[in-house]
């Protein structure tokens, strides 16, 4: 599959490359057509069957005459497009496919699409790949339907194209099939799309993973050596391969007899280590790519981390790698871990040695990594797999989501992240590998020192820690601040099911514990219920008179196993909780290990509990961080036990992040909903405006419009006189503001007049020009507006992060905007799911409900603005910024009112 291209860009087919992942793992490259390529076309030509060539020329072509081959490299870009995968180093690609489509001439929005791939690359996904990156072109340049001419006996072809997830047509004439189909994104395509590519990801992944062979170029006969190291940890921990020691100088390592080099081992390597200096790293890579190394994890640092010339090597690195069809971990790494029985690696040099479990981890940073794993296991976390990718030079963590998410072994993927290469991809994989197992993630960086300042209230409210904070909401990602978090999170996920809901109850024998574990509860979002009369009879009869049963349960301090056994048996089969959280302070005659027990065999007596339960003991003298619980496995996980906290405010602050994980998860996925955008109306404006900025507003009412966005354009006027003859014009109270792009917020500088009378109009408007004179601010022109029906002021818009693309924004209006802070965030596109939650993720929400009795607002109309917004970002690129504050919201079912917009365009 290839790699999604940043969509929030525009098209530069000058500098389109991609990775390609071919379905058994194979790594290829796919660029445009060059004039240069004519040979390479003609060899293509020459390497293929008669029947392949008769297939695409629908006739057998012995030769390509220059005359044709000048045809075919004559690519424009936009109406003439051709892709070519190529494989081997860049400075000697050979092309092996080549897909094309070519407008027609009468119909400007119907292109001929066709492909020639050579014999030994076909039924690899080749084809698939090349219609879905033609198809993604031909979108961005007004195409919206492909054709192609298939002869009947042309199987593979009309498979690739049926499988396509496109609504087609097709009629037969003299053994030719034409086929016609509409090339608009679709549920089905996207599905297509995205189960090629997971499954080419998880391919091309085993050998990094599950290798059969290994060799460690670095591995020394000392031991505390970085190769030394990593070397001795694969045999000791009984990889279940073999594993050959490449060393230039000894006659053997550890018992093992050692090579020379790659080329001179006895078989092919699958996965290589190299732990040398970096210096040598670029000639044992091309050892690699000749001797058929299908993967290599570079332990070696000072590449791209290391300035300029590190920056050089890295790439010449990659190139090599990627002729050769080899993933590459790193540089500048800690290695890798596979704890399966059937594999057994331990593939990194430090003195670590996770317990087998179904957590996956992956690290950014190789020494927190190693660090969080050591810590993973003092707390009984078990690690299906570890990885530490480095200067993620290629396989990153979106291609691991997609290798774990077909992993038995895993079953919750936590992520320790410092930068994201591609977010639009993150969020597509995340979203869908979310459905299936909770992704927990801490991201670096909350609080960078270079923000760009900002123009408008929307910029204003925006950074990138918001935009993370928006990727993750709409992907269903956990995050947590800290890394503590981060375990007390995963060890509930990994030991427990998914909670129902939200109703906690909390049993403890100590009152004040109890209080804090209800003040987290309701922090978190959680519910503390009172318990059914009936729960409450059963507790009352086996609990002394002095307990306390509505919830939270204090049972007191004297009781002991017993009563907790009771009172466990009880809730425990108690419908109306979902979670349950077990607070235990050691008295003097009962140990904690005895209530340990008791827990242990509760849960071992219900087996099919759907219920969450965690456990708090305050006993620093018998740490205990897990009850295990004998038995069959819970949802499918390597193991059931019951996680033990300290306090319980952590334990609480995980039940609350699960709870909302199961709350996303059972929630309905969303669709992108496809807005139609005038482009040609749009485009106009934006070629008007080459230099970008802030726009007039006839022309920020034409780009809106492009969009179905209605906005009121203001009468603009430069005089007393201007001023009376507006307000008449308009018949109503209206409002009078600067007319200038360089007054970014009217109301701070007394910039604005509302509820003007046609009377007071001239007056108004003098006394308009004093209030900002006063702010050293001459007046030139005045909008004038009339006075808006009343309603909810909320605040709507665009921004553009320099990670994540354009933003939508949703929050409060008003010019309390900035100190309510109440405003979220979403990255493009923008789902009907996404837009809804947005709206419901503010206390705005609040008043568009109907607060203290006024009426309910057209929630329904402010989802489709936004809606329409990313509709509108995504098919302009060069919008910088939208500020649409206030937006009226008047009630339900009278639609919406926009009240000021602005529109900030980039540089074209």
Not at 390 to 396: E, L, P, R
Request: proline letters at 6%.
């Amino acid at each position: 599959m290839a790699e999604p291209v940043n969509q929030s860009e525009p098209w530069n087919l000058e500098n389109y490359s991609q990775r390609v992942l071919l379905r058994d793992g194979a790594v290829l490259r796919m660029r445009p057509l060059r004039q240069s390529d004519r040979q390479g076309l003609i060899d293509l030509f020459k390497r293929c069957s008669p029947e392949s060539i008769r297939y695409r020329f629908l006739r057998m072509v012995t030769s390509l005459p220059d005359s044709l081959v000048d045809q075919l490299v004559s690519v424009d870009g936009a109406k003439h497009v051709a892709l070519v995968v190529t494989q081997g180093e860049a400075s000697e690609q050979k092309i092996v496919a080549v897909g094309r489509y070519f407008a027609d001439e009468k119909k400007t929005h119907v292109a001929e699409v066709s492909f020639l791939v050579e014999d030994a690359m076909q039924r690899r996904g080749i084809g698939s790949i090349l219609l879905d990156a033609l198809a993604e072109i031909a979108r961005a340049h007004k195409i919206t339907r492909f054709s192609a001419d298939v002869l009947a006996d042309n199987r593979l072809m009309m498979s690739v194209f049926r499988k396509a997830g496109y609504a087609m047509t097709s009629n037969i004439s003299y053994g030719v099939t034409h086929l016609e189909f509409p090339i608009l994104r679709s549920e089905m395509a996207e599905a297509r799309r995205d189960a090629q590519e997971a499954e080419a990801e998880r391919a091309s992944l085993r050998s990094i993973f599950m290798p059969q062979t290994i060799a460690v170029v670095g591995a020394s006969r000392n031991p505390a050596s970085v190769g030394g190291a990593l070397f001795r940890n694969l045999l000791r921990w009984g990889f279940h391969g073999t594993v050959y020691p490449v060393n230039p100088v000894a006659g053997s390592i550890a018992g093992v007899r050692a090579y020379p080099s790659i080329s001179e081992l006895p078989e092919q390597a699958e996965l290589v280590y190299v732990a040398i200096p970096a210096g040598l790293v670029i000639e044992v890579a091309r050892q690699c790519a000749a001797a058929g190394v299908r993967a290599i994890c570079i332990i070696t640092a000072r590449f791209a981390e290391a300035g300029e010339e590190g920056k050089a090597a890295q790439a010449e690195l990659v190139d090599i790698c990627r002729g050769a069809g080899i993933r590459l971990v790193g540089p500048n790494c800690m290695g890798i871990v596979n704890t399966a029985e059937g594999v057994k690696m331990l593939g990194t040099f430090a003195p670590v040695e996770p317990p087998a479990g179904n957590v996956a981890m992956s690290s950014q940073s190789g020494a927190l990594g190693l660090a969080l794993m050591a810590q993973a296991g003092r707390l009984g976390l078990g690690v299906s797999s570890f990885i530490s990718i480095g200067n993620k030079a290629d396989v990153s963590g979106n291609d691991l989501l997609q290798f774990w998410e077909g992993d038995e072994n895993t079953d919750i993927i936590l992520l320790y992240l410092e930068s994201f290469g591609n977010p639009r991809r993150f969020a597509r994989i995340a979203r869908r590998v979310s459905r299936a197992k909770p992704i927990v993630a801490v991201k670096s960086g909350r609080t960078a020192a270079g923000a760009i300042a900002a123009s408008s209230h929307t910029a204003a409210l925006a950074n990138s820690d918001r935009a993370v904070d928006a990727l993750f909401a709409q992907t269903g990602i956990i995050r947590v601040d800290k890394l503590a978090d981060f375990f007390s999170v995963a060890r509930l996920l990994a030991s427990q099911p998914i909670p129902k809901g939200r109703r906690l109850g909390i049993l403890t024998n100590g009152g004040g514990p109890g209080i804090i574990a209800v003040d987290a509860a309701i922090a978190a979002g959680l519910e503390i219920p009172v318990l059914s009369d009936e729960t409450q009879s059963k507790l009352r009869a086996v609990l002394p008179p002095a307990a306390t049963i509505r919830n939270p349960i204090d049972i007191i301090a004297g009781s002991g196993p017993k009563e907790y056994r009771d009172c466990l048996e009880i809730l425990c089969d108690d419908p109306d909780l979902d979670a349950l959280l077990v607070i235990f302070i050691p008295p003097l005659a009962t140990p904690t290990r005895e209530v340990a027990q008791v827990l242990s065999d509760t849960m071992e007596a219900r087996p099919d509990l759907q219920m969450t339960v965690a456990a708090v003991f305050f006993d620093p003298s018998s740490p205990v961080v897990s009850v295990p619980v004998p038995g069959p496995p819970v949802e499918g996980r390597a193991r059931r036990s019951v996680p033990v906290y300290n306090f319980p405010e952590s334990a609480v602050a995980s039940i609350g992040a699960a709870v909302r994980y199961g709350t996303w998860r059972a929630a309905p996925t969303g669709s992108i909903v496809e807005i139609p955008v005038n482009l040609e109306s749009a485009e106009r404006v934006v070629d008007a405006n080459p230099d970008g900025g802030w726009l007039s507003q006839p022309h920020v009412a034409q780009l809106l419009a492009a969009a179905g966005i209605e906005v009121v354009l203001p009468i603009i006027v430069a005089s007393e006189k201007e001023a009376v003859s507006a307000a008449m014009k308009a018949g109503v109270p209206v409002s009078l503001k600067i007319d200038d792009p360089q007054v970014l917020h009217k109301s701070d500088v007394g910039g604005v007049l509302l509820n003007v009378s046609t009377a007071e109009a001239g007056d108004a408007y003098r006394r308009l020009g004093n209030q900002l004179l006063a702010h050293n601010i001459t007046m030139r022109a005045a909008s004038v507006m009339p006075m808006a029906r009343p309603g909810v002021e909320v605040l709507a818009g665009i921004t553009h992060d320099p990670v994540f693309g354009p933003l939508v924004a949703f929050g409060s209006g008003g010019y309390l905007v900035e100190l309510l802070d109440d405003v979220v965030f979403r990255v493009l596109p923008l789902t009907d799911r996404d837009a809804s939650e947005m709206v419901r993720s503010t206390r705005a929400v609040h008043l568009l409900k109907g607060y203290r009795g006024a009426p309910e607002a057209d929630i329904a109309a402010v989802e489709q603005l936004l809606l329409r917004l990313s509709a509108l970002a995504e098919a302009i690129p060069r919008i910088g910024e939208v500020d649409l504050n206030p937006v009226i919201v008047h009630p339900k079912g009278e639609g919406i009112t926009l009240i000021d917009a602005r529109i900030r365009l980039t540089a074209g």
